[in-house]
């Protein structure tokens, strides 16, 4: 029984000092001059995502219906995703086809979708919390390692991949949003046409906002 | 006996992994016409049957009641994880998930508390197909099983050993009415992911294979897949035409 809890409470001890030197570090890095260092890259990717998280907590507690917590986290939703690229990828080459109206229409309902997604999921503040791991470096920017605590459920990992201080992918135990968005979309596009892709998506925002759907 | 189910396994493995071309851990649904009518007959035995069903027991049970029974099953089925950590080189897997079933047998009283997780034991979930994955069969064509859903050729044979593990142990003591118990309150879990799905996927097959292959990565290389570019397969990212 000596095995167990020695090396995993050492490797605990280690992950958390780790941690809490990259965080000290991270939001203590300042400005200079115009272009951001990795230091302010990495505080700015952990405090998109922290502010993200809170405003969900917040959301979840004192916002009672799906409208008003939408209301409330659609402000923050445009302000830490990076709505244009995640539409951009998310189309793939059909995104190519689209004249400037049509592209930022698009972002928009996306930008309404994921708020009306944040919206519905959390909705009931079951003592759910987050904890930053860690913010790694990442050939595209940042990685922001996260865990969503829900006991008595197991936790699941969420990593935030941002890129100049704003989201563009959330991978939730090893499943990628925007991979999973790019296909499904690629999916109805080919089979259905872009048409019926936007009235999908109305018909998806419409399903989070009724509340006995979820 | 014994050995009839072994050649069934490595035909099986072999067939459905055979002359595959492509990047390794990708999505290959070679079947998939095949797959989308069992997706279909699966989605109307869940829709009219199996979740009906799970919702009932949800409504008449308590939550620590269900995370109980599921916890009992989980148990049982760790076996398969333990086998499995060391068949993959891996004995620290492997004894993570013996001193958690001892630990979850023993003071979490037959299973009934997982007590190892919040010890810092967290559930190492190996099973057989992550072992074939790591011993090199990185490429599989798609399956969907009726009623069990997603899987591949490569997985399924582990997927089965998984599902049948609680009556490869207990024999007799795991009659049928307690293998439907096991099966609903399972159901039962996958209630918000499968409602979830429902509402986020506009293709829900699709996204149901995706999800399925990302996941089986993730669990292949323990939670930690290799940091690659995760926009090397999206060329369009960088285009200076569309950059913001």
Redesign the interface.
């Known amino acids: 029984m000596k095995?167990?809890?020695v090396p995993?409470?050492r490797?605990?001890l280690l992950v958390t000092v780790a941690i809490c030197c990259a965080v000290s570090w991270a939001s203590s890095a300042t400005r200079e001059g115009s272009t951001l260092s990795a230091a302010d890259e990495t505080g700015a990717a952990a405090r998109a995502v922290t502010r993200l998280q809170d405003a969900l907590l917040e959301a979840m507690r004192n916002h009672g219906s799906r409208g008003q917590r939408e209301v409330f986290l659609a402000p923050v939703v445009t302000a830490v995703f990076d709505l244009?690229?995640i539409a951009?990828?998310s189309l793939?080459?059909a995104?190519?086809e689209l004249d400037e109206p049509g592209r930022a229409d698009f972002t928009a309902r996306l930008g309404i979708l994921i708020t009306a997604?944040y919206a519905?999921?959390f909705e009931a503040d079951n003592g759910l919390s987050f904890q930053i791991l860690a913010v790694d470096e990442?050939?595209?920017g940042q990685v922001v390692r996260t865990r969503l605590l829900r006991p008595?459920d197991?936790p699941v990992?969420l990593d935030y991949?941002l890129r100049d201080g704003r989201i563009f992918?959330v991978v939730a135990?090893?499943?990628?949003d925007?991979?999973?968005r790019?296909?499904?979309?690629a999916?109805?596009i080919q089979?259905r046409g872009y048409p019926a892709?936007l009235e999908?998506?109305d018909t998806?925002i419409m399903?989070?906002r009724s509340d006995d759907?979820? | 006996m014994r050995s009839d189910w072994i050649l069934v396994v490595l035909a099986l493995v072999s067939s459905g992994c055979a002359s595959l071309k492509g990047p390794a851990f990708g999505a290959y649904d070679s079947f998939e016409p095949a797959n989308m009518r069992s997706y279909a007959v699966s989605e109307w035995i869940d829709g009219n049957a199996l979740r009906p069903v799970a919702r009932g027991y949800q409504a008449v049970t308590w939550g620590w009641l269900r995370t109980g029974v599921g916890n009992v099953f989980a148990n049982l089925r760790e076996v398969d994880s333990l086998l499995n950590g060391f068949l993959q080189l891996k004995p620290e897997r492997g004894i993570t998930s013996l001193v958690r079933i001892l630990v979850n047998t023993s003071v979490g009283l037959g299973g009934w508390f997982d007590v190892a997780t919040p010890a810092g034991l967290a559930d190492p979930e190996e099973d057989f197909g992550q072992t074939l994955a790591v011993a090199g069969v990185t490429r599989t064509r798609y399956l969907y099983i009726p009623v069990l859903g997603p899987s591949s050729a490569r997985d399924l044979p582990g997927r089965l050993f998984h599902a049948a593990l609680p009556r490869l142990l207990l024999g007799a003591y795991y009659p049928w009415w307690i293998a439907m118990l096991d099966g609903i309150n399972s159901r039962a879990a996958a209630l918000t992911l499968s409602d979830a799905r429902d509402t986020l996927a506009l293709d829900p097959y699709v996204f149901t294979r995706e999800a399925f292959y990302q996941r089986r990565k993730f669990l292949i290389f323990d939670g930690n897949p290799p940091r690659e570019d995760p926009f090397a397969a999206f060329d369009e990212f960088d285009d200076p035409d569309d950059a913001d």
């Open positions: 095995f167990w809890p995993y409470l490797k605990g244009h690229n951009r990828i793939g080459p995104w190519r997604t519905a999921r990442d050939p595209r008595p197991a990992t991949f992918d135990d090893g499943v990628s925007l991979s999973l790019r296909a499904d979309y999916s109805i089979s892709l999908d998506l998806s399903k989070l759907e979820i």
